[in-house]
């Protein structure tokens, strides 16, 4: 053993500073672990806002979608209801110049009156107004009743499409024309029906011609 070498004394460590030693050292992964957290939470909160944002998008295309299908059946009601009136113009337009079952019943109920009327006795002039005048008449009045409709009916098709919201389509070309000859056929009924029912164009039999 050498004499000259000395041994140093162990100095005792200091508990205070190996237990700040140790504080640090669980401080660094505690600071790491809360950067951690803070970053998935603000990723969490990031990816909320997308899905929300997302979400509100979906469902405005929903209700824009829902607007158009809504836009699209009115649309095609109207185009509906139009063409329906038309040829429902045309067809009553037709009844009124050929005559209807309507107006053979109100006939036949004038004639039956006219007859009870004049069962009694009475004049040929009475005869011939009572029990063929009245039905003619009446007849007259049924077919200018169905010429009227025919006319107003066929007017509502064709200014339709003016009047509510407008439509992306035009009206179809063959409503026009069927809604047209309606109103012709209509206009044609109330003239021969007036004409009629004023005697205009046939007079009623006279006494004279009847004896």
Known sequence: MNPRTTTSPTVPADPEATAAEASDAEEIPT???VAEDAATDKAAAEKAVTD??????ASDDLDLDLDDLDDDSGKESSGLGAAAASVVAAGLGVVALTGSWTGKVAAERETLIGQIKTSNGGTAAQQISEIYGDAWHSTALVNGLFALLALLVGVFAL???AFGAPSAHPQPGWVRAVATAGIVLGALGLLLSAAMYFDLIVALPTATAAQ
């Open 159 to 161: 200014v339709r499409p």
């Open 52 to 57: 929300k944002a997302a979400a509100e998008d």
């Open 31 to 33: 600071e790491k672990a």
